[in-house]
Structures are given as structure tokens and as C-alpha cells.
T-cell receptor, first 111, second 116 residues
Framework: RKEVEQDPGPFNVPEGATVAFNCTYSNSASQSFFWYRQDCRKEPKLLMSVYSSGNEDGRFTAQLNRASQYISLLIRDSKLSDSATYLCAVNLNTGGFKTIFGAGTRLFVKA | NAGVTQTPKFRVLKTGQSMTLLCAQDMNHEYMYWYRQDPGMGLRLIHYSVGEGTTAKGEVPDGYNVSRLKKQNFLLGLESAAPSQTSVYFC???????????????FGPGTRLTVL
């Protein structure tokens, strides 16, 4: 089993739709969690950190479920510009540094 | 601020050739990282550095070497390139490793390397 797993998609949704992605992680020592956005042939950029209490930034909501070991990203009122690959990342403290990225979920928002 | 920059942007090598990828950051970050990204594999950590003069192995270090002689620069070397090293290489930096928001990583634009 991969340490961090994401549904690769693609998710094809119409503008205005709500879409949700999940990311599961296997190591209970995971300490911090992030969602990154990566546009085609570009570098990943931080979308948002994921806090234990959940957090919201405009149309984007991130949640963490430690008991079930997954994080989620909800995008409301999808825009064409939301089309991208969304990577989850998990930081571990296992006596040394370790960040594990998921392989990403591709989202296409259609007009 | 330029953020994180990488040179070159593209490179084609023949098997057995060597090259160095340069990463520079102007954010005074302590930590720097080199990743490779392959289709369906996500980002995989090659080497990282927690400060000037220190380096450590990541998940896939074989065939690569690194150096961090100056805080702002992190070099990735391929001594004898192999076709399996064809990939997109990203450099990243952060303030710290595990300090909440402070461990957000900032990525460079990437280097697309093809080894024939």
C-alpha cells in the first residue's frame, strides 16, 4: 500500500459544481498536512494547509480525519480556472524528515 | 523576490554524461529539497538539506549527489546519467521541517531532463 494515496481521476465537472477529493495516508505519525495545486507543466504551489479543526479559504474547504487517516478537499462553485492537478502532502516525524506527496488528482472543469 | 529559481529549464543528455542542476532561493530558507516527478508516481524526494553544509538522503538518492555550500544554493549532480533518470526535477525550500505553516514548501519551476 502506498503511504499516501489519491484517486488519480480525472474528475470532469461542469462549472458551478461542487467536487470533493480524498487523500488517505498510512502512517499514524503524520504531523502536518497540505493540499498543493499543480497546473500543467508547472510547479506545485501551496493551496492550503490542513488543520485538525478543518479550515476554509473562500470556495475551498480542507478537513482532516485522524481516526480514519485521510484528508479531504472540497471545492464549491467550480470555475474553469480550477482545472489542475491537486496533490496532497503529508509530513512525518520518524526520527528524520519525510514529506510524502500523493500522485495527484486531476480535475477538469467544463463550461 | 524571485523565490526559487532553477537552471537549466531543459536539458538533453546522452547516457553516461554528467550534469549539475542549480537551485537558488532568496527567501532565507533553511531547508532545501530536490524532487523528481514522474507520471503516476507523484513527487519523490531525492536529497534534502537542513542547512548550509549539510545534506541527507531522501527516498530515491541513488545516482545523484548534492551539495549545499551556500545557504541560498542547492546543487544536484548526476555523475553518469541513465535513461531511468529522465524526469522533471523540482527544487523546493522551506523555513523549517515541522513547524506548522512554517514547513510549507515553495517550489522552483522545474528542470525537464531527458537522457537518451
Amino acid at each position: 500500500r502506498k503511504e499516501v494515496e489519491q484517486d488519480p481521476g480525472p474528475f470532469n465537472v461542469p462549472e458551478g459544481a461542487t467536487v470533493a477529493f480524498n487523500c488517505t495516508y498510512s502512517n499514524s505519525a503524520s504531523q502536518s498536512f497540505f493540499w498543493y495545486r499543480q497546473d500543467c507543466r508547472k510547479e506545485p504551489k501551496l493551496l492550503m494547509s490542513v488543520y485538525s479543526s478543518g479550515n476554509e479559504d473562500g470556495r475551498f474547504t480542507a478537513q482532516l480525519n485522524r481516526a480514519s487517516q485521510y484528508i479531504s478537499l472540497l471545492i464549491r462553485d467550480s470555475k474553469l480556472s480550477d482545472s489542475a492537478t491537486y496533490l496532497c502532502a503529508v509530513n512525518l516525524n520518524t526520527g528524520g524528515f519525510k514529506t510524502i506527496f500523493g500522485a495527484g488528482t486531476r480535475l477538469f472543469v467544463k463550461a | 523576490n524571485a523565490g526559487v529559481t532553477q537552471t537549466p529549464k531543459f536539458r538533453v543528455l546522452k547516457t553516461g554524461q554528467s550534469m549539475t542542476l542549480l537551485c537558488a532561493q532568496d527567501m532565507n530558507h533553511e531547508y532545501m529539497y530536490w524532487y523528481r516527478q514522474d507520471p503516476g508516481m507523484g513527487l519523490r524526494l531525492i536529497h534534502y538539506s537542513v542547512g548550509e553544509g549539510t545534506t541527507a538522503k531522501g527516498e530515491v538518492p541513488d545516482g545523484y549527489n548534492v551539495s549545499r555550500l551556500k545557504k541560498q544554493n542547492f546543487l544536484l549532480g548526476l555523475e553518469s546519467a541513465a535513461p531511468s533518470q529522465t524526469s522533471v526535477y523540482f527544487c523546493a525550500s522551506s523555513y523549517s521541517i515541522l513547524a506548522g505553516d512554517m514547513d510549507t514548501q515553495y517550489f522552483g519551476p522545474g528542470t525537464r531532463l531527458t537522457v537518451l
